[in-house]
């Protein structure tokens, strides 16, 4: 989860995207379109992107083939709960759902603001923009997202009264085939329980009454602890899969992009200016790990051997073999950020970002 790259662009509803034969990592569908979030499903590897692309992989991204999709809004987050079963969201709170393993995906819910005249208009007004105007300078010297919205991606409307009617959803967690939550801009939180019929806001469930924007949710492997991090620091914790929240003591004040769980009790959160931060007991206290990055981090996974990688800003890639205590740092050559990162089940890891999917064999 997960993402500074997502609040960017909005493009909503057009044509669907029609079945083609496997293409390889090559084609521009695959390097040249920016992919945002990564989910396995069963063995096959799905990926959500830009102007709603969803591509998915049944050889570990060796290849890839374009799902059938009903909308073009961007897609920031995807999850399975199974081999058939899940769900990608994005802008204006767009759901999709599916139920064949991510081949064809239908429109459960949406929240757009002002409907749909208003998000054809907002796409029209972006038709122009470049991938840097969207993305930043990922050579620069700041953040490419940070310069977009640093804290406070709605910075303009901050002090307006809370709601979340156009905001974008920026992460889901797959519970069940029946349970999922997902999270976004202004608090947004969004839960279904009968596998997507219906989905109900849950402005409730935390305590959240300035609205600062949620940006990943993140579960431990065994328990049932569930993590939600976001803007200006803020920690949630579930011990009960979701039902309640509990806020946590926060160790910075600037906005966290991910959390990843390394144990039942260790976790990882991670955000701007390079900051990650362990806790070895729940979330209860925190210990900052050296990164030597002044750019933001934005997702994590943890390799069937224990080891642990964080993906950032430029194109960075921090490795950690001693349960994220400390971390090795190498770039990409050309340095294009990545937003995602996913182990595979034959070594190494697929990574998504800027610069489409691409597979790193090599994991140091």
Request: aromatic share 8%; glycine share 12%.
């Amino acid at each position: 989860m997960k993402k500074i790259l997502v609040m960017a662009v909005s493009a909503m509803l057009s044509a669907p995207l029609q079945a083609a034969p496997y293409i390889d990592n090559d084609a521009p569908l695959v390097s040249a379109n920016a992919y945002l979030d990564l989910a396995d499903a069963g063995g096959r590897i799905v990926a959500v992107g830009d102007r709603g692309k969803i591509l998915f992989s049944d050889d570990q991204g060796g290849h890839w083939k374009p799902a059938v999709t009903p909308s073009e809004v961007l897609l920031t987050a995807v999850c399975f709960a199974d081999a058939r079963h899940g769900w990608a969201v994005g802008h204006d709170a767009v759901v999709l759902g599916s139920d064949d393993g991510g081949e064809t995906w239908t429109l459960q819910y949406s929240d757009p603001l002002g409907g749909d005249d208003a998000a054809e208009a907002e796409d029209e007004s972006l038709d122009d923009l470049s991938m840097d105007d969207i993305y930043g300078d990922p050579y620069g010297d700041e953040d490419y997202g940070d310069d977009l919205y640093s804290d406070d991606p709605y910075a303009e409307t901050a002090a307006a009264p809370v709601d979340t009617s156009g905001a974008p959803l920026l992460d889901v967690h797959c519970e069940s085939k029946d349970k999922a939550v997902a999270v976004g801009g202004y608090g947004y939180y969004l839960e279904t329980t009968d596998g997507g019929a219906t989905w109900n806001k849950q402005p409730d469930r935390m305590k959240n009454s300035d609205g600062w924007h949620l940006y990943a949710m993140s579960g431990a492997p065994k328990s049932a602890d569930r993590y939600v991090v976001g803007e200006k620091g803020v920690i949630f914790r579930s011990t009960d899969k979701g039902a309640s929240w509990k806020q946590l003591d926060s160790p910075y004040d600037g906005t966290l992009f991910g959390a990843t769980a390394i144990s039942d009790y260790q976790v990882l959160v991670y955000g701007l200016q390079g900051n990650v931060w362990l806790s070895a007991n729940h979330g209860v206290s925190w210990k900052k790990v050296p990164t030597k990055l002044s750019r933001g981090v934005n997702d994590g996974a943890v390799l069937d051997d224990g080891t642990v990688v964080l993906v950032t800003n430029a194109g960075g890639i921090l490795t950690s073999h001693d349960g994220g205590q400390s971390f090795s740092l190498r770039f990409l050559p050309n340095r294009e950020s990545i937003s995602a990162v996913l182990p595979r089940e034959n070594g190494g890891i697929l990574i998504a970002g800027q610069g489409g999917l691409r597979v790193i064999d090599d994991v140091k």
